[in-house]
């Protein structure tokens, strides 16, 4: 059964929420603050984290930037669910490693269905989607092949690869990029992530033609 962590300060909306996980077949754990909520993702592992920003003490886009440099939870998939609705909050919080934000007021369903497809995303880990693009990814062997035959990657490129394999037609900012790859702390700047696409491309050979650009965002990875 898909554990989710809701991270939600309002008890009626929080209760709601559990509620309709629940009778939907998933095991909803709710937390009021975001400081229980670290120390619940550090004990045990969720599937999907559903996270409130206007929080109590520590706020939603602090957490998060946390659990992304965190071994075992940098990769859980999290919905942002928010009062907060402008463009600009919604691509920063994107920007931080959200995997998708809902804004607040919401429809039970549209949030039932987002929390579908993100599961459904996070398990099926690129598996067929490897097969048709003949790109393979293996996390514990830090191995990559194209059609059959083993590459060498740098390890950057090798995380970006396995991002993008994983996340098939998802649209990924320059920032988000260097985010996720080179973490928040780095002294990076955006040309860098462009250099690295651009010799992994090079070394997918024709398969590098994946590898697209999204004009003035990012790169996503076609099927
Ligand atoms: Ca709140």
């Known amino acids: 059964m898909k554990r989710i962590l809701i991270i939600e300060d309002e008890p009626d909306l929080r209760a709601l929420v559990e509620f309709n996980l629940r009778t939907s077949g998933y095991s909803p754990v709710g937390t009021d603050n975001a400081n229980d909520a670290l120390m619940l993702v550090n004990d045990a592992q969720f599937d999907l984290i559903l996270l409130d920003l206007m929080l109590p003490g520590l706020q939603g886009d602090q957490f998060l930037k946390i659990i992304r440099g965190m071994d075992r939870v ?67 062997t830090h191995r990559a092949s194209v059609d059959g035959r083993d590459i060498q990657l740098a390890a950057k490129e090798f995380d970006l690869l396995q991002l993008f394999v994983r996340n098939p037609e998802k649209v990924f900012t320059r920032n988000q990029l260097l985010n996720t790859i080179w973490g928040y702390e780095a002294d990076i700047f955006t040309r860098t992530v462009d250099a690295h696409i651009s010799s992994l491309r090079k070394k997918l050979g024709k398969k590098g033609q994946l590898i697209r650009s999204v004009p003035k965002i990012g790169y996503r990875m076609e099927v």
């Open 74 to 140: 940098s990769d859980t998939p999290v919905m942002i669910v928010s009062a907060k609705d402008s463009e600009r909050d919604i691509i920063a919080g994107l920007d931080a490693g959200a995997d998708d934000y809902l804004t607040k007021p919401f429809s039970i369903k549209v949030l039932l269905a987002k929390t579908a497809a993100l599961l459904r995303r996070a398990t099926s880990v690129g598996r067929e989607n490897d097969a048709h693009a003949g790109i393979s990814v293996n996390s514990e």
